[in-house]
Structure formats: structure tokens, C-alpha cells
């Protein structure tokens, strides 16, 4: 089967710039401990997020992911990303949301019950069995950010046809 991503018009960039890319400890110290580079990294509770600021690729990409069968999580979720994660009393409370500058989201994105079982999966791996989970889709946060999106085409549309 080939590789849809070959047809990506955005540099492939959810591999070359990390904005907050999810790790749980276990996937922190197999992938990422010690070779951050220009990588800053940072942690909350359980939870790592790996932030590039532009300055430098995912340390396991070469043209490609190195790591494919064994990329964390997040990688394996996107274009769905994990957005807030709440955690207290023995309960996680965690959102997604498809909120993504991929091109090709529309094609990508699987079904919202695969994601929220790969999600549930990896917190109950990063919390334990015994913590109840909630995972929730941010519905609003994917609309604000369709409508926006939509606005900035339709603009650029206007401006290219000269009847802004
Ligand atoms: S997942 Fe989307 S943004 Fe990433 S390489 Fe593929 S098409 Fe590009
Ligand atoms: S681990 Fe692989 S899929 Fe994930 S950001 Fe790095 S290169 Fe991309």
C-alpha cells in the first residue's frame, strides 16, 4: 500500500515541528531521554510534551519515521491529538480533538472510537487498571478551528481574484 503522506504539502511537518507531541514516561526514557537536542521537553504529572519551536526535527525522523512500529502514542493517534489531561481522586479526564494543519486530515482521520480506545489504552498503561477514565472529543475546539480555517481560505480566495 503506499504511503499517503509521499502527497504531503506541509513538509511533513507533524514530524519536523513538535508542538506539544504526548509521552508517557515509559515512551519518554525508550525514545527520547538524553537525545532531546534542539528539543525542549517538558513534564506534568505523569505526562512529557516535546516542543521543536521550528528549531529541529523529531530526533527518530530521517525522510521518514525510524521508529514506526514502536512511535509513542500520540504519533500513532494524530491526526487526532490529545488535547487537555486532568487527573485527581483516582480519575483521569482527557480531550482530543482533530484540530491539525495536515493536509490530508480529512482521509487520515479514522474512526473517533479507534482513537478514544488507543487513548484509554495508553492512560490506562501511564495511570493503571484501577484509575477511571474519561476521554472526550472537544467538539468545539475542532469547529472553532474548521470555521477559522474556512474564513482564511475563503479571504485568500477573495485576494487572489482581486474582489477583496
Ligand atoms: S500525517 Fe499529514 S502532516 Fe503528517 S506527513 Fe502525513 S500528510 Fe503530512
Ligand atoms: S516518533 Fe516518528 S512519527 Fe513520531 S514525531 Fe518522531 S518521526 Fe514522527
Same mark, same amino acid.
Given at each position: 500500500? +503506499?504511503?499517503?503522506? #509521499?502527497?504531503?504539502?506541509?513538509?511533513?511537518?507533524?514530524?519536523?515541528?513538535?508542538?506539544?507531541?504526548?509521552?508517557?514516561?515509559?515512551?519518554?526514557?525508550? #525514545?527520547?531521554?538524553?537525545?532531546?537536542? =534542539?528539543?525542549?521537553?517538558?513534564?506534568?504529572?505523569?505526562?512529557?510534551?516535546?516542543?521543536?519551536?521550528?528549531?529541529? =526535527?523529531?530526533?527518530?525522523?530521517?525522510?521518514?519515521?525510524?521508529?514506526?512500529? /514502536?512511535?509513542?502514542? /500520540?504519533? /500513532? #493517534?494524530?491526526?487526532?491529538?490529545?488535547?487537555?489531561?486532568?487527573?485527581?481522586?483516582?480519575?483521569?479526564?482527557?480531550?482530543?480533538?482533530?484540530?491539525?494543519?495536515?493536509? #490530508? +486530515?480529512?482521509?487520515?482521520?479514522?474512526?473517533?472510537?479507534?482513537?478514544?480506545?488507543?487513548?484509554? +489504552?495508553?492512560?490506562?498503561?501511564?495511570?493503571?487498571?484501577?484509575?477511571?477514565?474519561?476521554?472526550?472529543?472537544?467538539?468545539?475546539?475542532?469547529?472553532?478551528?474548521?470555521?477559522?480555517?474556512?474564513?482564511?481560505?475563503?479571504?485568500?480566495?477573495?485576494?487572489?481574484?482581486?474582489?477583496?
Amino acid at each position: 500500500m +503506499s504511503n499517503p503522506c #509521499l502527497k504531503c504539502t506541509v513538509d511533513q511537518n507533524c514530524c519536523r515541528d513538535l508542538h506539544g507531541l504526548t509521552l508517557n514516561e515509559d515512551e519518554y526514557k525508550k #525514545l527520547f531521554e538524553g537525545q532531546s537536542g =534542539a528539543l525542549t521537553i517538558t513534564r506534568k504529572g505523569k505526562l512529557y510534551q516535546v516542543f521543536s519551536y521550528g528549531k529541529g =526535527a523529531c530526533p527518530h525522523w530521517d525522510q521518514q519515521c525510524t521508529i514506526y512500529g /514502536d512511535r509513542p502514542m /500520540d504519533c /500513532d #493517534l494524530y491526526p487526532y491529538t490529545m488535547g487537555n489531561v486532568f487527573e485527581g481522586d483516582g480519575e483521569v479526564y482527557a480531550t482530543y480533538h482533530s484540530r491539525t494543519e495536515c493536509p #490530508l +486530515s480529512e482521509q487520515l482521520l479514522g474512526p473517533r472510537e479507534k482513537a478514544e480506545d488507543l487513548i484509554r +489504552s495508553f492512560l490506562k498503561k501511564t495511570y493503571g487498571e484501577d484509575y477511571r477514565i474519561t476521554v472526550r472529543y472537544d467538539e468545539g475546539a475542532a469547529r472553532a478551528y474548521h470555521l477559522a480555517r474556512r474564513a482564511a481560505s475563503k479571504a485568500k480566495r477573495i485576494l487572489i481574484d482581486g474582489k477583496p
